[in-house]
Protein backbone atom coordinates (compact mmCIF):
# COMPACT_ATOMS: atom_id res chain seq x y z
CA UNK A 1 0.00 0.00 0.00
CA UNK A 2 1.18 3.59 -0.79
CA UNK A 3 -0.64 6.94 -1.26
CA UNK A 4 1.92 7.93 -3.88
CA UNK A 5 0.90 7.77 -7.29
CA UNK A 6 4.61 7.44 -8.79
CA UNK A 7 5.19 4.51 -5.84
CA UNK A 8 2.31 2.56 -7.19
CA UNK A 9 3.24 3.24 -11.07
CA UNK A 10 6.83 1.76 -9.71
CA UNK A 11 5.13 -1.03 -7.75
CA UNK A 12 3.24 -2.15 -10.96
CA UNK A 13 6.56 -3.18 -12.57
CA UNK A 14 7.31 -5.49 -9.48
CA UNK A 15 3.82 -7.28 -9.69
CA UNK A 16 4.34 -8.22 -13.28
CA UNK A 17 7.70 -10.21 -11.85
CA UNK A 18 6.53 -10.90 -8.44
CA UNK A 19 3.68 -14.18 -7.80
CA UNK A 20 1.18 -13.45 -5.25
CA UNK A 21 2.11 -9.18 -5.23
CA UNK A 22 -0.83 -6.93 -5.37
CA UNK A 23 -0.33 -3.32 -5.02
CA UNK A 24 -2.82 -0.41 -3.67
CA UNK A 25 -3.07 2.76 -3.91
CA UNK A 26 -3.94 3.39 -0.34
CA UNK A 27 -3.33 5.62 2.83
CA UNK A 28 -2.36 3.59 6.48
CA UNK A 29 -6.16 4.58 7.50
CA UNK A 30 -7.75 2.57 4.40
CA UNK A 31 -5.64 -0.57 6.03
CA UNK A 32 -8.78 -2.70 7.09
CA UNK A 33 -10.49 -2.20 4.00
CA UNK A 34 -7.74 -2.96 1.72
CA UNK A 35 -7.58 -6.15 3.68
CA UNK A 36 -10.84 -7.45 3.66
CA UNK A 37 -11.16 -6.57 -0.23
CA UNK A 38 -7.73 -8.73 -0.24
CA UNK A 39 -9.45 -11.43 2.10
CA UNK A 40 -6.52 -11.01 4.96
CA UNK A 41 -8.76 -9.36 7.22
CA UNK A 42 -7.75 -11.46 10.75
CA UNK A 43 -5.21 -13.54 8.51
CA UNK A 44 -2.08 -11.55 7.91
CA UNK A 45 1.01 -13.32 8.95
CA UNK A 46 2.66 -9.18 9.20
CA UNK A 47 2.03 -5.82 8.71
CA UNK A 48 5.31 -3.72 7.79
CA UNK A 49 4.66 0.34 8.31
CA UNK A 50 7.53 2.03 6.89
CA UNK A 51 6.88 5.93 8.03
CA UNK A 52 7.62 9.51 6.13
CA UNK A 53 8.86 10.57 3.65
CA UNK A 54 10.59 8.25 0.45
CA UNK A 55 14.14 8.85 -0.75
CA UNK A 56 12.57 9.17 -4.53
CA UNK A 57 10.28 11.76 -3.03
CA UNK A 58 12.61 13.90 -1.64
CA UNK A 59 14.84 13.47 -4.86
CA UNK A 60 12.26 14.80 -7.18
CA UNK A 61 12.24 18.40 -7.32
CA UNK A 62 9.47 18.80 -8.41
CA UNK A 63 7.35 16.98 -5.21
CA UNK A 64 8.62 19.98 -3.25
CA UNK A 65 9.59 17.51 0.19
CA UNK A 66 13.01 19.24 -0.32
CA UNK A 67 14.81 22.62 -0.13
CA UNK A 68 18.31 21.01 -1.45
CA UNK A 69 16.84 22.35 -5.00
CA UNK A 70 13.98 24.63 -6.32
CA UNK A 71 10.55 23.30 -6.89
CA UNK A 72 7.19 23.68 -6.43
CA UNK A 73 6.49 24.01 -2.82
CA UNK A 74 4.26 21.14 -2.82
CA UNK A 75 4.76 18.13 -0.15
CA UNK A 76 1.63 15.89 -0.82
CA UNK A 77 2.17 12.57 -0.49
CA UNK A 78 -0.70 12.36 -3.30
CA UNK A 79 -0.61 15.15 -5.12
CA UNK A 80 -4.29 14.65 -6.02
CA UNK A 81 -5.31 15.24 -2.15
CA UNK A 82 -5.89 17.86 -0.15
CA UNK A 83 -4.24 20.92 -0.57
CA UNK A 84 -0.40 22.32 -1.04
CA UNK A 85 2.12 23.66 1.22
CA UNK A 86 1.99 26.82 -0.84
CA UNK A 87 -1.86 26.91 -0.63
CA UNK A 88 -1.70 26.06 3.11
CA UNK A 89 0.59 28.98 3.68
CA UNK A 90 -1.22 31.48 2.01
CA UNK A 91 -4.18 31.02 4.10
CA UNK A 92 -3.55 30.22 7.85
CA UNK A 93 -3.24 31.79 10.68
CA UNK A 94 -0.22 33.25 11.78
CA UNK A 95 -0.86 31.44 14.88
CA UNK A 96 -2.07 28.48 13.00
CA UNK A 97 1.63 28.27 11.76
CA UNK A 98 3.23 28.45 14.75
CA UNK A 99 1.24 25.96 16.40
CA UNK A 100 2.06 23.65 13.25
CA UNK A 101 5.78 24.43 13.30
CA UNK A 102 5.89 23.63 17.26
CA UNK A 103 4.17 21.02 17.26
CA UNK A 104 5.29 19.07 14.49
CA UNK A 105 8.65 20.89 13.93
CA UNK A 106 9.72 21.14 17.52
CA UNK A 107 10.96 24.77 15.68
CA UNK A 108 12.31 27.38 18.64
CA UNK A 109 11.57 29.52 16.30
CA UNK A 110 8.17 29.14 15.06
CA UNK A 111 6.95 32.51 16.19
CA UNK A 112 9.97 34.43 14.19
CA UNK A 113 9.35 32.38 10.99
CA UNK A 114 5.50 32.71 11.32
CA UNK A 115 5.52 36.19 11.23
CA UNK A 116 8.08 36.09 8.32
CA UNK A 117 5.74 33.94 6.12
CA UNK A 118 2.52 36.66 7.21
CA UNK A 119 5.10 39.59 5.95
CA UNK A 120 5.89 37.73 2.74
CA UNK A 121 3.08 36.62 1.91
CA UNK A 122 1.12 40.08 2.37
CA UNK A 123 3.00 40.86 -1.13
CA UNK A 124 3.80 38.21 -2.99
CA UNK A 125 2.68 34.21 -2.39
CA UNK A 126 5.37 31.89 -1.53
CA UNK A 127 5.61 29.21 -4.05
CA UNK A 128 8.64 27.46 -4.10
CA UNK A 129 10.71 25.52 -2.25
CA UNK A 130 13.75 28.14 -2.27
CA UNK A 131 11.44 30.72 -1.59
CA UNK A 132 10.61 29.08 1.50
CA UNK A 133 13.85 28.10 2.85
CA UNK A 134 15.58 31.22 2.20
CA UNK A 135 12.92 33.12 4.01
CA UNK A 136 13.34 30.31 7.12
CA UNK A 137 16.80 31.26 7.36
CA UNK A 138 16.60 34.66 7.50
CA UNK A 139 14.16 34.39 10.33
CA UNK A 140 16.25 31.99 12.61
CA UNK A 141 18.75 33.91 14.39
CA UNK A 142 21.00 30.30 15.19
CA UNK A 143 21.98 27.34 12.88
CA UNK A 144 21.90 23.92 14.14
CA UNK A 145 25.02 21.92 13.61
CA UNK A 146 24.90 19.91 10.62
CA UNK A 147 21.84 20.82 9.98
CA UNK A 148 19.75 23.35 7.40
CA UNK A 149 17.66 26.30 9.56
CA UNK A 150 14.32 25.22 7.35
CA UNK A 151 14.67 21.08 8.59
CA UNK A 152 12.46 21.51 11.04
CA UNK A 153 10.18 24.09 9.12
CA UNK A 154 9.91 21.57 6.47
CA UNK A 155 9.22 18.22 8.51
CA UNK A 156 6.25 20.17 10.12
CA UNK A 157 4.24 21.45 7.00
CA UNK A 158 5.25 17.62 5.77
CA UNK A 159 3.26 15.88 8.63
CA UNK A 160 0.80 18.80 8.73
CA UNK A 161 -0.24 18.44 4.87
CA UNK A 162 -0.31 14.69 4.76
CA UNK A 163 -1.59 14.36 8.36
CA UNK A 164 0.80 12.02 9.04
CA UNK A 165 0.49 11.37 12.43
CA UNK A 166 -3.37 10.81 11.93
CA UNK A 167 -2.73 8.26 9.56
CA UNK A 168 -0.34 6.36 11.72
CA UNK A 169 -2.57 6.52 14.95
CA UNK A 170 -5.52 5.05 12.75
CA UNK A 171 -3.11 2.89 11.21
CA UNK A 172 -1.60 0.78 14.09
CA UNK A 173 -5.48 0.42 15.31
CA UNK A 174 -6.26 -1.10 11.90
CA UNK A 175 -2.80 -3.29 12.10
CA UNK A 176 -3.78 -5.05 15.20
CA UNK A 177 -7.14 -6.32 14.02
CA UNK A 178 -6.00 -7.16 10.30
CA UNK A 179 -3.12 -9.87 11.82
CA UNK A 180 -3.52 -13.34 12.47
CA UNK A 181 -2.65 -14.53 16.14
CA UNK A 182 0.91 -14.85 16.44
CA UNK A 183 1.29 -12.36 13.48
CA UNK A 184 3.64 -9.61 13.63
CA UNK A 185 3.69 -5.90 13.37
CA UNK A 186 6.97 -3.91 12.45
CA UNK A 187 7.13 -0.26 12.23
CA UNK A 188 9.89 1.77 10.99
CA UNK A 189 10.04 5.62 12.38
CA UNK A 190 12.41 8.16 11.30
CA UNK A 191 11.84 10.85 13.92
CA UNK A 192 10.88 11.10 17.30
CA UNK A 193 7.41 12.29 16.79
CA UNK A 194 6.65 9.10 15.09
CA UNK A 195 8.39 6.40 16.95
CA UNK A 196 6.88 8.24 20.47
CA UNK A 197 3.27 7.47 18.97
CA UNK A 198 4.21 4.06 18.45
CA UNK A 199 5.90 2.80 21.41
CA UNK A 200 3.32 4.51 23.30
CA UNK A 201 0.60 2.41 21.07
CA UNK A 202 2.87 -0.60 21.45
CA UNK A 203 3.18 -0.58 25.03
CA UNK A 204 -0.60 0.20 26.11
CA UNK A 205 -1.58 -2.78 23.84
CA UNK A 206 0.67 -4.72 25.91
CA UNK A 207 -0.82 -4.14 29.25
CA UNK A 208 -3.27 -5.57 31.03
CA UNK A 209 -5.80 -3.20 32.10
CA UNK A 210 -3.93 -2.47 35.45
CA UNK A 211 -0.86 -1.80 33.45
CA UNK A 212 1.25 -4.26 34.55
CA UNK A 213 2.94 -5.90 31.39
CA UNK A 214 4.56 -8.21 34.14
CA UNK A 215 2.12 -9.46 36.02
CA UNK A 216 -0.55 -12.32 34.94
CA UNK A 217 -3.85 -10.70 34.22
CA UNK A 218 -6.95 -11.36 36.60
CA UNK A 219 -10.17 -13.46 34.92
CA UNK A 220 -12.07 -10.08 35.10
CA UNK A 221 -9.07 -7.91 33.14
CA UNK A 222 -8.75 -6.93 29.54
CA UNK A 223 -6.06 -9.18 28.19
CA UNK A 224 -3.31 -7.52 26.33
CA UNK A 225 -3.41 -7.83 22.62
CA UNK A 226 0.11 -7.38 21.71
CA UNK A 227 3.65 -8.78 23.01
CA UNK A 228 6.58 -6.86 22.44
CA UNK A 229 9.30 -8.44 21.08
CA UNK A 230 12.98 -7.81 21.77
CA UNK A 231 14.24 -4.38 22.25
CA UNK A 232 14.09 -1.56 19.17
CA UNK A 233 16.87 -2.05 16.46
CA UNK A 234 18.53 0.92 15.01
CA UNK A 235 20.73 0.57 11.68
CA UNK A 236 24.22 -0.48 11.91
CA UNK A 237 27.56 2.16 11.41
CA UNK A 238 27.90 0.05 8.09
CA UNK A 239 23.66 0.62 7.05
CA UNK A 240 24.51 4.41 7.74
CA UNK A 241 27.50 4.58 5.31
CA UNK A 242 25.75 2.76 2.66
CA UNK A 243 22.62 4.69 3.27
CA UNK A 244 23.02 7.67 5.32
CA UNK A 245 19.14 8.52 5.88
CA UNK A 246 18.56 5.51 7.57
CA UNK A 247 20.70 7.30 10.61
CA UNK A 248 17.69 8.43 12.14
CA UNK A 249 15.76 5.02 11.88
CA UNK A 250 14.10 2.86 14.55
CA UNK A 251 12.39 -0.09 14.11
CA UNK A 252 9.97 -1.70 16.97
CA UNK A 253 8.29 -5.32 16.59
CA UNK A 254 5.10 -6.74 18.82
CA UNK A 255 3.16 -10.01 18.01
CA UNK A 256 -0.36 -10.50 18.46
CA UNK A 257 -1.14 -12.63 21.30
CA UNK A 258 -4.56 -13.76 20.39
Request: net charge positive.
Amino acid sequence: MDRDPAAIEHGQQLVEKTEGLSVVHAAFSGLEGVARSHRCFGYANGVLFDLGVSSPQLDDARRGFSFSSDGPLDMRMDPGCGASAAEWLQTATEREIVDVLKSLGEERYARRIARSIVERRSHESISTTAQLADLVTRAAPTREREKHPATRTFQALRIHVNQELDELRVGLQQAVDVLAPGGRLAVISFHSLEDRIVKRYLRSESRTDDGDVRRPPMADTRLPRLRITGKPVRPTKEEIARNPRARSAILRVAEKRH
